[in-house]
Structure formats: structure tokens, C-alpha cells
């Protein structure tokens, strides 16, 4: 045998034990927000290097040092996505979608970030996107949340709070930003080497450091929330109100500034204490610059991603996840005839009844072998079909869930049989 190829650190199979969990999560999102009215978008995993530079922002982590980056054969600088907003955004603008018209999109799929491997934070790890562009809100900020909110409530998720905060516009920003320069410059001695760096380029992104040691010192900076524009403090009251009507608890966070550079006004975060360190499971945010910044003409948006490996982690822990669909009918074949009739027969079944879930035996065996498939098969009945049955134009029913005896029925109306054993198998 030759040599095992091992798989890429921090990129996972989704095994079928695993599957239903995210099924569940992904249809039970798709539901929702076709409920709301928002509309799947497909973009490619790969895009130019320079849309990620330009949306996200040069001094965060994900573009300093998480980027899957290449050259490919064409000498094009492409980047695995590390994020669905910047891809969505740039469809938008390349489709000519924009011109005044509004738009509540969603995506979902596979992103990359080259970040260090541990529980709950990967390499290639996914997300469910959710944008709504053309709307100034506070209004959409308040749906986007009740949805998050009423996703949690459908899916079984009790442990997550909401914080949300606000960053003003970019004119307040630059006031805010002076301050805290004079505050950040005055500590320089205590800043890391990351927070030294983003002192000169993007010095908000200091306050979202992940290094212990530098908590104390954001803790006691200039806070943002006290530097905003009226327009801003009045789009922040009427979100914090609207949600207080809603009943959907909160708390503002005045130091959550999220790491992606292109947020302004509205941000929130659903956290959890029951993941340890990695306790984010739904950021999003507004980001009104985000669009112009890519060159498309100047249109408000919204958005927000889940973490899907998070939020199955949180499904798993409550208990809230469906076992997989066992069979309906395992058809037992008995002799070589009824073998080769069993697979005409089980076709015929599967037009019979759409939805039925039908498990031929397959690759022989005799029938204490096949009776031991069909119980772990978890079918609630088992059709018998031997070379004898076949002579007669008969097959056997026997249900696998109860003590019930053997009945047989006539070949052409072995649908119906079929239909009503499973009716009395589900009654008791
Ligand atoms: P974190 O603070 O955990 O690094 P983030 O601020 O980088 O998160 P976003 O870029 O806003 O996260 O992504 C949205 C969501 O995607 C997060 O709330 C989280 O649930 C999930 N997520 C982000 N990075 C990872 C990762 N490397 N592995 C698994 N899930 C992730
Ligand atoms: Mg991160």
C-alpha cells in the first residue's frame, strides 16, 4: 500500500454523523429568509487579491496574514475568499445591479483564512451571508437582527447574547480617531508589535487586538460611542428602541469595533459563553463607504455572516439535532430470480411512492444476513421477496418495529400494502 495523503490542517470533512446538523441549519435558514424576502447569490471562491485589500482594509488580520493568496498561471494575483461580503458586492457592481435599485441577498459556502488552527476557528470554515443593500435604515437594522434572533428560536439556540454598537460615520471616526492616536501614542511602550503597525495605518484596529496583554490598556481608551454624530446617535437610539420593542434583549459594547475595515454606524455581534475562546458565532454590521470604495456608485448597506461550524457546535451541545432519516421498507431478496426482479420491483416501488425511502439488499447474502441489514437499516418494514413468493405473484410484508406477523399481498398491489403498513407501523 502506498503512502496515506494526509488532509490540509484545519480544513475538515463533514462527515455524514455530522450532516444533519448543518442540513438542518441550512434549510432551516433557507426557509427563513426566503420568508423575509431575500434572494440567493452565487460568487466565486476566488477573486482578484485587490478586492480583499480594498474592501476589507490593509491593516486587519485577515488581510496582513490570513489571506490563501496566488499567482496563477496567467500571472493574476487571486485570493481564496476569506469572506462573503466583498464577493457579493463586487457582483453587484460588475452586473450593473446597483443604479438606485435595492436588493436583500443572501450566500453561503466555503471561506479561507490561514488563521492558527484550534476548536471552533479552521482553515477553510463556512459561513451563511446576509446582505441588504439600498437601505439607510435604522429599520433594516432592526429586521436583520429579529431574523438572526428568530433563526436562534427555530434552530434550538438558547446560550447567545446580542451586543451591538455604533461606529458613527467616517467624519465622526476621524474625530475619535485623533484622540485615541493621543491616547494609543502617549502608551506607545506598552503596544505589540501588530498595534505599533496599525498605530500608523488603521489605529481603530488597535482596540480589536486579540493579544491579553493589551486588553487593559484598550480597556481604559477614549470610547468611539462618546465622539458620535447626531445623525448617527439618533440611527443608534432608534435601533436600540425598535429592538427594546421587539423584546429582543441586548447590550452595547462600546469597545466591539470588528475586524473588517468597511463598517460604519450599526455593529453587532451574537455571542456565546458555552464555545470557550472563540465565542462569536453572527457578526455583522452596516457598511455605507463599502460600495463607492469599490467603485460602484455610492449605495448604504448591511450584512451579516455566520459562523456555520460554531453555530452546529451550539445545536450539538443542545441537544437540537434530527438523527438521519432511516429507511422505510428494506426489500429482502431470497434466490436468484427474486435478486434480479428485486431491482425492477424497488424502481416500480420508487414510482409508486415518491418520498418513500426504499433499500434494496445488495450483493446477496443469506436470510439471517439480510434480516440483520433491514434492522439496522432502521426500516419500519421489511418486504420479502423469495423465488417461491415470485412463482406465486406474491411478496411478504413483516413489520421491524413491532410484533406483528407476516401478511403477503398480490404483486400489483404491493404499493398499497406497502402504503398502508407504514400508516399502521407510524400509529403504534
Ligand atoms: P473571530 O473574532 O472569532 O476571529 P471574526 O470577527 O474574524 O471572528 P467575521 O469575519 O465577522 O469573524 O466572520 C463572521 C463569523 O464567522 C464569526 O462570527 C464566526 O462565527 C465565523 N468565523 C470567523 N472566522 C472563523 C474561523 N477561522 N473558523 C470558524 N469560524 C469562523
Ligand atoms: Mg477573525
Known sequence: MSEQIQPVRGMNDVLPAEITAWQR?????RQLLAEYGYQEIRVPMVERTELFQRAIGEYTDVVEKEMYTFVDQGGDSLTLRPE???GVMRALISNGLLR???????????????????????RQ????????????????????????????RRLGIERVRLQINSLGTPEARRIYREKLVEYLRAHHDQLDADSRRRLEGNPLRVLDSKNPEMRALIEAAPVLTDHLDGESREHFAALCAALEALGIPFSVNPRLVRGLDYYSRTVFEWITDALGAQDAVCSGGRYDGLIAQLGG????????????????????????????????????????RAAAYGLQLVERLRDALPGRRFELNL??????????????????????????????GVAALKPLRRDAGQSESPLPDLAAAIQSALATAVET
Request: proline share 5%; net charge negative.
Open 84 to 86: 462573503g461580503t466583498a
Open 100 to 122: 438606485g435599485q435595492r436588493h436583500k441577498l443572501w450566500c453561503d459556502g466555503p471561506m479561507f483564512r490561514h488563521e492558527r488552527p484550534q476548536k471552533g476557528r479552521y
Open 363 to 392: 450483493g446477496g447474502g443469506n436470510f439471517k444476513a439480510q434480516f440483520r441489514r433491514a434492522d439496522r437499516s432502521g426500516a419500519a418494514l421489511a418486504v420479502i421477496l423469495g423465488d417461491d413468493e415470485l412463482a406465486r
Open 25 to 29: 441549519l441550512e434549510s432551516t435558514a
Open 297 to 336: 456608485e455610492p449605495t448604504p448597506g448591511i450584512g451579516f455572516a455566520m459562523g456555520i461550524e460554531r453555530l452546529v457546535a451550539l445545536m450539538t451541545q443542545a441537544g437540537a439535532v434530527p438523527a438521519p432519516a432511516a429507511a422505510d421498507v428494506f426489500v429482502v431478496v431470497n434466490g436468484e
Open 125 to 152: 470554515f463556512h459561513q451563511i451571508d446576509v446582505e441588504a443593500v439600498g437601505f439607510a435604515g435604522p429599520d433594516v437594522d432592526v429586521e436583520l437582527i429579529a431574523l438572526t434572533a428568530r433563526l436562534w
